[in-house]
């Protein structure tokens, strides 16, 4: 079955990178991009096709599009607000699509929050967040995936003073039971092994640095122990990443987005993934913004798109 790729913002990279991960990915994949044909780079050969069950017997020699026409030109670099409705339906349509059983997993393209704010009234921080509200489930985890790391932040896009007081039990271990769940059911792991990182640093040093760890992380992880889970920390976040560390768990949970995005892209800056976790369909996505700087000249890396792509289809195989 076929798996769909949502636009992203026409401005920025996102056509230049799913044209790029077709043509690497054509003889392997049944791939279909949701978006308006104008809007990928000239020369890709292209595909109108009526519904995703039809990708596959055009994606060896065209790219497959569900075509929509945004009734805009694109100016590389500058989000046109006429675009923001088009651009969130994208995703709503590839969303419709998966759950309905037409198609096997969604790859989105990297969206402009402010754009879309500004041209369709967009009130999500962001994909996550727009995903959970689409499919309906009261909580989601954002899991980063590279080479030989996961990491799962509890808190993500909020100012660092606010993390103390957003981090609650309920949040923790809800983040935990996702990261546990996932790691079954979308990677094939039989008894995932997670890593729990503290808040402070030296994980609060038995409280001269801090006492979350010793009132809110630490009794969270021995009722979720209790439960079965397999769970190590709270752990020192400056000593969890270094190969020997990251050889003894599956994914890490961290408490706030630096504390675990900084890891990931330091590893595996290019091929890093972003997967939704607790979604009833499989979700992923590049792990880079919309690169206005360089979209429309060629330079994009399509690195991390095809490593999304390639981890949607293991996901949905998995599932």
Not at 289 to 300: K, M, N, Q, S, V
Request: with cysteine.
């Amino acid at each position: 079955m076929t798996i769909l790729i949502s636009c992203g913002e026409p401005a920025g990279i996102g056509p230049e990178v799913a044209a790029k991960a077709w043509a690497a990915l054509r003889d392997d994949l049944a791939l279909a991009w949701i978006g308006d044909p104008a809007h990928l780079p000239a020369g890709t050969p292209v595909a109108v096709i009526d519904a995703p069950e039809a990708a596959a017997s055009v994606c060896h020699s065209a790219m497959p599009v569900l075509a929509r026409d945004f009734g805009g030109a694109v100016r590389h670099g500058a989000a046109n607000p006429a675009h923001a409705a088009h651009v969130v339906a994208a995703v709503s349509d590839g969303v419709a699509l998966v759950m309905a059983g037409r198609a096997r997993a969604i790859c989105t393209a990297p969206i402009h929050k402010q754009a879309l704010a500004d041209g369709a009234g967009f009130a999500y921080p962001g994909h996550t967040e727009f995903l959970a509200a689409l499919a309906g489930v009261p909580r989601v985890a954002m899991m980063l995936a590279g080479a030989g790391l996961r990491v799962v932040p509890v808190t993500i896009h909020i100012a660092l003073a606010e993390v103390p007081g957003a981090l609650t039990a309920e949040a923790i271990a809800e983040t935990i039971r996702l990261t546990d769940a996932g790691l079954r059911r979308d990677f094939g792991i039989a008894a995932p092994r997670i890593a729990v990182a503290g808040l402070n640093p030296h994980a609060g040093e038995g409280g001269k640095m801090g006492r979350e760890e010793i009132t809110l992380i630490g009794p969270v992880l021995e009722r979720l122990r209790a439960e079965g889970l397999d769970l190590r920390g709270p752990l020192s976040a400056d000593t969890m990443f270094h190969p020997a560390a990251r050889a003894g768990y599956d994914a890490a949970v961290c408490m706030y987005h630096d504390q675990a995005l900084i890891p990931i892209k330091t590893i595996d800056f290019a091929g890093g993934v972003n997967v939704t976790l607790g979604l009833p369909f499989v979700r992923t996505s590049p792990d880079h913004g919309t690169a206005f700087d360089i979209a429309g000249r060629g330079l994009a890396d399509a690195t991390s798109m095809i490593a999304a792509l390639r981890m949607a289809d293991d996901m949905a195989r998995a599932r």
